[in-house]
């Protein structure tokens, strides 16, 4: 499965598309999370299970979007280049393997586009969901889950700065700061 897969990013050169799809929608996750959350902790007294199932309600949407946005684009575009490269060549390249990467790709994008929020907002929320069932936490759950929030943008920048060949800790800085600006946006909004 991996020497297939290895060879469909090596035919079609996708991995920068993937990994953009999973910056991309990574951040969407995490600062959606990070809305709800601060709407809530804004809000007066909320029980947690309103959080654990509001959010959870959103990453489910958030994956399922992702699933399907990808798949129809990918699906779409991969087609498109199969048809123009027949076309230039003259040539049925269906049962090739640049064909069957073609057909294989809007899945992993897919994939990928969905994983990526969905895993990421069951992280961020994962505290408030430890404290629906008992669990003690050193600090309130709403508040360490905006912690992981601001972390994890943080961590996406440092990834970001990392593929540009850019500074990590800048590029760090720079993620965390657009998640301190959208905190206090909330933060405006709702008082």
């Not at 996708?14 to 959606?32: C, P």
């Not at 003259?90 to 969905?118: C, F, H, I, M, Q």
């Not at 629906?132 to 601001?150: D, K, N, R």
């Amino acid at each position: 499965m991996f020497k297939q897969l290895s060879l469909l990013f090596s035919i079609t050169h996708s991995q920068n598309i993937l990994r953009r799809y999973f910056v991309v929608n990574g951040f969407d996750g995490a600062l959606t999370m990070l809305g709800i959350i601060m709407g809530f902790y804004m809000s007066d007294s909320i029980k947690l299970a309103v959080i654990m199932n509001t959010c959870l309600g959103a990453a489910i949407a958030l994956g399922m979007s992702g699933l399907i946005s990808a798949y129809v684009s990918e699906s779409a575009e991969q087609k498109k280049q199969l048809g123009d490269l027949e076309q230039a060549m003259v040539k049925d390249l269906g049962s090739s393997a640049y064909g069957e990467a073609a057909r294989l790709l809007p899945y992993v994008t897919a994939a990928v586009n969905s994983l990526s929020p969905l895993i990421i907002a069951l992280i961020i929320i994962s505290p408030i969901w430890a404290a629906t069932l008992s669990f003690e936490l050193p600090i309130g759950a709403v508040e360490t889950a905006m912690l992981i929030a601001f972390l994890i943008l943080f961590l996406l920048g440092v990834f970001l700065g990392r593929i540009s060949g850019t500074y990590w800790l800048w590029s760090g800085i720079r993620t965390l700061f657009i998640a301190i600006v959208t905190a206090g946006l909330i933060f405006l909004v709702a008082t």
